[in-house]
């Protein structure tokens, strides 16, 4: 997000010039998809994470019975 908070500025400056417009787009581009590979890896991350979580809370439940 803070390169796209940095490429956003050239276009908030009015800067009109075909290729500062170019590579805004391009790192638009870039920085969307990032953030949606990043999205999807922190989410397979997270969910392997909670899944040992949950393995870990039956674990320590079937240890309490025990």
Known sequence: MISYQFWKCP???GASS???NNVFFT???F???F???FGIITKTIFS???LYIIEVNI???I???I
């Open 48 to 50: 392997l994470f909670q």
């Open 11 to 13: 276009v908030e400056f």
């Open 27 to 29: 790192f638009k581009l």
């Open 63 to 65: 240890t309490k019975f």
């Open 18 to 20: 075909i290729a500062i």
């Open 35 to 37: 953030v949606y590979f």
């Open 59 to 61: 674990i320590i439940l």
């Open 31 to 33: 920085d969307i998809l």
